[in-house]
């Protein structure tokens, strides 16, 4: 087939439009490859009996080459445009090559596209250089358009102020990092909209208190009200851990009561962990479902999901590390797709909450003296015993606690479920989960308890030996 140069450079110009015209999800298109694959794959071993070792060999080969938890190729395809779509294409067009006869190869795509590039090969490189170039960019894109894009009415509230704390505990590595994203953050928040409250207690045996007493001094000469303490304070010693963690995430919150004239109604706590992070992360979570709930979490990472003890489904399930971790189809589609999922429990190295229930309702951080329960988790317990239910997972934003996984998962986490997965959800899960499923609803304020969560109510959440009575759900 021969093709002219200008309808050459036509179709040249008319990939780069596709590129930045079309939103993105190629999916569908994708399965309908793997599907067309498998059938080609079946009828090539009716065809060629004698050719079936080398079929069944080019059908798992490329089968890997697709996966896209699949470490080697994920490096490759990283920048590359339409990676998923181009991965199936190749697959399809493997398969269908090696289940043709000889006849049929020579009229093949394969030889077609051999051929092309051949003549036209120095255009296709350029065209496919460009494309990459473009990727790489866009794969930065938020750091030079995010403020320009959208405007800040899209994300925040003039009138809502933003009290940010941490606790920071030997984190040199990543200080100057977090550090730098905080200045940003505090630069597209506003100055006059800052409360900054970080509680280190002197623990640190590296350079943290170093990194944040200099972090006061900018804040105090940018005229931000602040509190950053490095100095002893909790004694740690003959403690447990969820105890100690309890009294040291309380301190953080501790300045948020001594602000005066401060309107707890339109205030937003912002709790971030000593993770890697990008001040944009921060901005949408704040915009998470137009601003329109109590709790807001990211997902977190280390090499795989890692906040599994908190976070917990509205069916009262704990999320599992492996993607996408949770067993339920309609939360399974919710993660896969990036959206927002109603949840139980979350934290995930992130968090924004409404201020008013800490001060209204004297919403604290505390241990459990049943079962070990998350000083986080009891935290979303009171506050679901309170009324403000609405807690919701933004699927879309990740966090990490290395830079490397951070970069990884954020532009580039694997979406493939494995057989072990199906299997648990099949055979084992699946008749146990109750019918009750609020993630599609996010307008919801209210909604039940599943049988699993007040469960887990009565045996690991509440104070003391108190029990979730039919009169304590219905005062809720």
């Known amino acids: 087939m021969k093709i002219n140069e200008k309808t050459n450079r036509y179709i040249c110009y008319l990939i780069i439009i596709l590129y930045f015209t079309i939103d993105i999800r190629f999916r569908l298109f994708c399965k309908s490859l793997f599907i067309f694959s498998f059938i080609q794959f079946i009828i090539g071993i009716i065809r060629f009996p004698n050719k079936i070792h080398i079929i069944i060999f080019s059908y798992i080969f490329g089968y890997y080459l697709i996966l896209e938890n699949n470490p080697f190729i994920l490096e490759i395809t990283i920048y590359f445009p339409f990676r998923r ?12 090559y090696v289940t043709s006869s000889d006849e049929e190869k020579k009229e093949s795509y394969i030889t077609k596209f051999y051929l092309y590039f051949k003549v036209h090969g120095y255009q296709l490189l350029f065209f496919i250089i460009i494309l990459i170039i473009i990727r790489i960019f866009i794969f930065f894109y938020e750091e030079y358009f995010f403020i320009y894009f959208y405007p800040k009415s899209h994300f925040i509230d003039k009138e809502e102020k933003y009290y940010i704390c941490a606790n920071i505990f030997n984190n040199e ?27 280190e207690n002197g623990d640190s045996s590296d350079k943290s208190a170093e990194f944040l007493n200099k972090f006061r001094d900018y804040l105090n000469n940018m005229k931000i009200p602040n509190k950053i303490i490095t100095t002893p304070i909790v ?3 003959g403690k447990k851990r969820i105890e100690f963690l309890s009294e040291i995430r309380n ?3 501790e300045f948020l009561y001594e602000i005066p004239n401060i309107n707890y109604n339109k205030t937003r706590i912002l709790f971030l962990n000593d993770i890697i992070y990008n001040y944009q992360d921060v901005i949408r979570l704040i915009a998470t479902n137009g601003r329109d709930y109590d709790v807001a979490c990211p997902l977190d990472y280390v090499f795989c999901f890692y906040d599994t003890w908190v976070s917990i489904d509205t069916n009262g399930y704990h999320f599992h590390n492996k993607y996408p971790y949770v067993y339920d189809k309609i939360s399974r589609d919710i993660i896969v797709n990036e959206e927002v999922m109603r949840v139980f429990s979350c934290w995930n190295g992130m968090v924004s909450m409404r201020a008013l229930p800490f001060k209204d309702k004297n919403i604290t951080f505390r241990n459990s003296t049943r079962i070990d329960s998350s000083e986080c988790t009891l935290m979303n317990t009171d506050l679901y015993l309170n009324g403000y239910q609405k807690v919701l997972l933004n699927t879309k934003i990740k966090v990490a606690y290395e830079d490397y996984w951070y970069y990884i998962t954020k532009y580039s986490y694997p979406r493939t479920i494995n057989l072990e997965q199906y299997f648990k959800y099949y055979f084992i899960y699946r008749r146990n989960y109750s019918k009750l499923y609020f993630s599609e609803d996010l307008k919801t304020k209210y909604y039940p308890l599943s049988p699993q969560l007040e469960r887990l109510f009565n045996t690991h959440f509440l104070k003391n030996e108190t029990i979730l009575t039919n009169k304590t759900k219905n005062n809720i």
């Open 251 to 253: 301190k953080a919150l």
């Open 235 to 237: 004694e740690k010693k």
């Open 173 to 199: 590595k990543i200080l100057p990092n977090w550090i730098k994203q905080m200045k940003k953050l505090i630069s597209y928040l506003g100055t006059k909209n800052i409360y900054i409250s970080i509680f």
């Open 85 to 96: 779509l181009l991965r199936c294409l190749l697959y399809y067009l493997l398969i269908s």
